[in-house]
Antibody
Framework: QVQLVQSGAEVKKPGSSVKVSCKAS????????INWVRQAPGQGLEWMGT????????NYAQKFEGRVTITADESTSTAYMELSGLTSADTAIYYC??????????????WGQGTLVTVSS | DIQMTQSPSSLSASIGDRVTITCRASQGISTYLAWFQQKPGKAPKSLIF???NLQTGVPSRFSASGSGTDFTLTIDSLQPEDLATYYCQQYNSYPLTFGGGTKVEIK
């Protein structure tokens, strides 16, 4: 079955960086699109960026431009999201999600379990 | 950016009721719309893609429709396990955007 398994919870200091991983199994990684979405406590879902592993280039939300880097390693079917310059406002659960890379637009079918990132001094 | 507006933001219904949630896009998105269900403390789950197509394994009491700017998600015969927050999302263009969510509670 398809699984997206994310790395474990992190506690970070303000100003530091965090890198979250998302390993896919049961699906062809090279024909996937990987999104990163976050959810602050008690809030809704917020798109951060998307990568198509086969192409290697990512699209980022303007809000995170310059602070976020999304990469993918096809050899290990793993995507990564690194966020720098952390502040308390970045405390959230970070999710990866997967969509099939078919056609013009990509509808998500599977989600990772989420990774809680806590930013605290 | 395309703004997605959901209504209501919350609702309370009885078991067996029919529940309808609406989602409006600030500009036309054809049928590039998805619906997600998020149960308390859990990751979102994909319910619907392309505005009206059920993802594999989603119960048939869920249905959805719409195109352009106006979309609906309907739950026929609400069940206890449907307690969740429901989100719409457009994937017509970047940035991908979500509606604010509709919290469904059981009376």
């Amino acid at each position: 079955q398809v699984q997206l398994v994310q790395s474990g919870a992190e506690v970070k200091k303000p100003g530091s960086s965090v890198k979250v991983s998302c390993k896919a199994s049961g699906v062809t990684f090279s024909s996937s699109v990987i999104n990163w979405v976050r959810q602050a406590p008690g809030q809704g879902l917020e798109w951060m960026g998307t990568i198509i592993p086969t192409f290697g280039t990512a699209n980022y939300a303007q809000k995170f431009e310059g602070r976020v880097t999304i990469t993918a390693d096809e050899s290990t079917s793993t995507a990564y999201m690194e966020l720098s310059g952390l502040t308390s406002a970045d405390t959230a659960i970070y999710y990866c999600s997967r969509a099939p890379n078919s056609g013009y637009a990509h509808a998500v079918d599977y989600w990772g379990q989420g990774t809680l990132v806590t930013v605290s001094s | 950016d395309i703004q997605m507006t959901q209504s209501p933001s919350s609702l309370s219904a009885s078991i067996g009721d029919r529940v309808t949630i609406t989602c409006r896009a600030s500009q036309g998105i054809s049928t590039y719309l998805a619906w997600f269900q998020q149960k308390p403390g859990k990751a979102p789950k994909s319910l619907i893609f392309a505005a009206s197509n059920l993802q594999t394994g989603v119960p048939s009491r869920f249905s959805a429709s719409g195109s352009g700017t106006d979309f609906t998600l309907t739950i026929d015969s609400l069940q206890p396990e449907d307690l969740a927050t429901y989100y719409c999302q457009q994937y017509n263009s970047y940035p991908l955007t979500f509606g604010g969510g509709t919290k469904v509670e059981i009376k």
